[in-house]
């Protein structure tokens, strides 16, 4: 790959890293990017979520240091990341792009409606959680985290929106939450792919650094916002992406 190719695609993921610590979808960008570059879907997937990785490491730090994770409370939720990212990323190349984009469009278009007339949602503390609304929190976070080792594009978006509206989580909760989250699973995702050789790693190391720096000044900047000001940056970039993948799709 040419060297501006190289430079170009630092520049693109570095600043989707920093807006994507709060509001996700790197992916929907990044990998149809490196589809534009001529590198192969699968390679494209593969050395993405390598990449992430990274990202999410840089993007975990700020909030564990800030104290906004609570580990023990979300440790079910990593258990069953773990196990559904592998069987996601063992299903690459089944289920096509196309397809998938557009399910997880509308999905981030109901749960950010959702959250939306649900004002309190992502504000304001929930201390109870119903039976209900936590195994429809479990059920979700496995079906995403095999979505998540799939393909990963809008994984973290509708995570954050289902931590906030199902699992009670304040906003600054969910969006620092779903960067230790996305470690297990991009991890578990990245693993199976090396197992199967997909992986570019002169490439992956690349953006894996540019990634992690991208992540990491995102995260210090979000640990600066308040509630109100991540849910407002978060739906709009959550209407605005959907709409735009929608379109592509049409």
């Not at 040419?2 to 990998?31: K, P």
């Amino acid at each position: 790959m040419a060297a501006s190719a190289i430079i170009l695609l630092v520049i693109i993921f570095f600043l989707t890293s920093i807006i994507g610590v709060v509001t996700g979808s790197n992916s929907l960008i990044t990998v149809p990017v490196m589809f534009q570059f001529g590198i192969e879907p699968k390679v494209a997937v593969a050395t993405n979520m390598f990449g992430l990785i990274f990202m999410a490491i840089g993007g975990t730090i700020p909030f564990l240091r800030q104290g906004s994770i609570d580990v023990r409370k979300i440790s079910p939720l990593l258990i069953l990341t773990a196990i559904s990212s592998a069987l996601g990323a063992a299903l690459v190349g089944f289920v096509t792009d196309q397809s998938i984009k557009f399910i997880v469009s509308g999905a981030m278009i109901l749960v950010a409606v959702f959250i939306l007339f649900k004002r309190e949602s992502g504000v304001e503390q929930t201390d109870e959680i119903s039976r209900r609304a936590l195994g429809l929190t479990f059920i979700l976070t496995f079906l995403l985290g095999v979505y998540g080792g799939l393909y990963s594009g809008g994984y973290v978006t509708v995570l954050t929106a289902t931590l906030v509206a199902f699992f009670g989580l304040r906003f600054s909760e969910a969006v620092a939450s779903t960067k230790l989250i996305n470690v297990v699973s991009s991890t578990i995702a990245t693993a199976v792919f090396m197992w199967q050789g997909l992986v570019d790693y002169k490439l992956g190391i690349i953006l894996g650094i540019t990634m992690f720096l991208g992540g990491y000044i995102g995260a210090h900047n979000a640990t600066k916002l308040n509630d109100v000001w991540l849910k407002r940056i978060f739906l709009t970039t959550v209407f605005v992406l959907a709409l735009k993948t929608i379109y592509d799709f049409i």
